[in-house]
């Protein structure tokens, strides 16, 4: 008796997933509640366990594959005929690149755990047909080019680019300051808080603001809430939370959903200035780049200062320049003068 493991309802809306890691291969025993499969959804890993006890009879859905709830991802006990479990071992990844590069797995002595087939296997296996290394995009990397990609070809993005004098500005809290600060200006500016909804303009009146994060597998943006209520302390330690809990893979889906603007600020990797792309469907986003002692003149002076360049980046159908400066030099304001 076999029994079809179909990809379940993850909730929050979602009608489709993707395999990001198999944690079987094809001939496994697999205990009930076992550790299966590795789930990607909206930028959020889920690990999915066995629900029964027996062998991996075939794996259907490949990694990095993406289908709609309902699909059946694996079959677990005797597959159609019974067969006995497979000579070859190897991953639907691996016997995917078998394919693309036309590899016999058979004729292959497998290097993994187990004798199974590895990627390096295969590519062992081929003799002057491959230049460099291939990697297929997945998960939260794949999310994150189809995202850029649309954010790219449909939003019309102008920059705009004035220096801060950050010496004031408690560099340990840096980016709790920024968010505060800006939800706060953003009141002043709606229409940078806004989303456009085909030939309408839909001005928001929360200010939930996202925050750009590196992680391994990818950037993601987790979203502050209601930033302009709260006071420094109390975004530092959502911004930490979410950070730390970001880079371990374990923020939840509505965690990364309904943010109306987005702050991105790279620290010392963020260089001297750089035009970030939309958060697409919101309608500018700031970049918050490098700061360092510069010397300036004041009051007829030089003298050192700590100065950096932030950057607004905005849809130019929702938003027109002169705006976007009038934001930022407000933005800029509030910041040099603590508040």
Known sequence: MSFEFKLPDLGEGLTEGEVARWLVVEGDEVAEDQPLVE???DKTTVEIPSPAAGRVAKILVGEGEVVPVG?????????DGGTPREKVQATPLVRRLAAELGVDLDSLAGTGPGGRITDADVRG????TEDGRRERLF???RQAADHLARAHREIPAV???EECDFTDVDLDVLLPTVLRATALTLREFPVLNARLDGETVVYLDRY???????TDQGLVVPVVRACDTRSVDELRADVDD??????????????????TFTVTSAGRLGGLFVTPLINYPEVAILGVHRIAPRAVVRDGEIVPRRVGNLSVTFDHRVV??????AFTLALIERLESGG
């Open 320 to 325: 027109d320049g002169a705006r976007a400066a």
């Open 125 to 128: 296996a081929v003799s002057g």
């Open 71 to 79: 699909t059946t991802l694996v079959v677990i006990g005797e597959d």
């Open 139 to 141: 998960g939260v990397r």
């Open 159 to 161: 920059t705009f680019v």
């Open 39 to 41: 789930l990607q959804t």
């Open 208 to 214: 939930d603001l996202g925050i750009a994060v590196q």
């Open 242 to 259: 979410l950070a730390e809990r970001a880079r371990a893979g374990r923020l939840a889906a509505d965690e990364l959903r309904g943010s």
